[in-house]
């Protein structure tokens, strides 16, 4: 169990800019999650994936956001035409399905778009 | 899923019991109590879950109320590594289908002093 790889750990990008997060679940974990932290905030939930389905995704997630998980493995986040607005900490997690198998989540991307 | 009532912030002496305090009064009969953890720059990290029942474990204890409107979360010995957000989040258990989201609020921030 090499845990949540989350790459990159920082990014700064300038506004208008599009920009893409990795992320590596541990690999028996069917279930994928992505959530967003501002400063000061607790975890807001973006989207989720069992295997490859996209089968929940927030408000929150505008136009702009996609999330993609091929072949039920590692995950992208891609936000394009990026805006201030947008600069968080960006969670990875992922899990088992069913009784309860608590969710591992990786280190983060801190998004700075300036 | 209940929300949960913690306060901001607690502050703890080096070497003493940290007791967390939540409040989750509208808590279901199949709910069960949840607390993560996050230390500066990481992810969350799990901590301890229970339904009624008080549980324990290598990191700390969970004190569920008869009446499970409340719970505390026991440090025993908080050291300074312990300083974080403590979050304490109520859901269903995860039977397969759409129980699988976690809702955090803005937990307590634990500051625990030499």
């Known amino acids: 169990d090499t845990g949540v790889s989350q790459n990159p750990r920082h990014k700064i990008t300038k506004r208008g800019q599009n920009v893409t997060f990795r992320c590596d679940p541990i690999s028996e974990h069917n279930r994928l999650y992505w959530y967003r932290q501002t400063l000061g905030q607790g975890p807001e939930f973006l989207t989720y994936f069992q295997n490859e389905a996209q089968l929940e995704k927030s408000r929150l997630l505008s136009d702009r956001f996609s999330a993609e998980r091929p072949k039920g493995s590692f995950s992208t986040l891609e936000i394009q035409r990026t805006e201030q607005g947008d600069s968080a900490m960006y969670l990875c997690a992922s899990s088992r399905t069913g009784g309860y198998y608590g969710y591992t989540f990786g280190s983060g991307t801190r998004l700075t778009v300036v | 899923d209940a929300k949960t009532t913690q306060p901001t912030s607690m502050d703890c002496a080096e070497g003493r019991a940290a007791n967390l305090p939540c409040n989750h009064s509208t808590i279901s009969g199949n709910e069960y109590v949840y607390w993560y953890r996050q230390i500066h720059s990481q992810g969350p990290q799990y901590i301890i879950h229970?339904?009624?029942n008080n549980e324990t474990n290598e990191m700390a204890s969970l004190i569920i109320t008869e009446d499970r409107k409340s719970s505390t979360l026991i440090l025993p010995h908080a050291t300074l590594r312990d300083t974080a957000v403590y979050y304490c989040i109520v859901r269903v258990t995860d039977s397969g289908g759409s129980n699988y989201k976690l809702t955090f609020g803005k937990g307590t921030l634990l500051t625990v002093n030499p």
């Open positions: 229970g339904l009624k």
